[in-house]
C-alpha cells in the first residue's frame, strides 16, 4: 500500500447506548517508513443532552494510548514495554546508548 493509498484520518461513528449517544473514534495514522503506518486513537462521545460541548474526548486508557503511539513511532515493532504503575519504560536493547536516548529527546523539545 503506497502513500497515496492510505488516509492520513479516518473517523468512525458508532452508537453508544440510548438518548442518542454516540462513540467517535478517530484514528490519525503517521507515516514512519514508506509503507509502515502508526495509528494514533482518539476516542470522543457525543451526548446531544449535553447543550454547551456535547463531544468531549473519553479519558479512559487515553494516555495508555497516546504512550503506544510514540512507542511504536519511536521503536517500530518493538513490544510496548511501560509499565502501568511508575510510567518508567524499559528501552530495546538496540537504541543504542543512554547518551544517543538523551540526545533524542533532546530534539523533541
Known sequence: MGVSD?????AKVTENGSEGRKRIEVNLHERKQQDEFIPLCLLFEYNPSQGYAPIHEVMEGRNKRIKEFYWHLWFGKEPFALSQGDGYMSLPE???T???F??????LG
Do not use: K
Not at 102 to 107: G, N, V
Open 6 to 10: 492510505f488516509p492520513a484520518v479516518e
Open 94 to 96: 538496540n537504541f543504542g
Open 98 to 100: 543512554f547518551s544517543s
Open 102 to 107: 538523551l540526545f533524542y529527546f533532546s530534539l
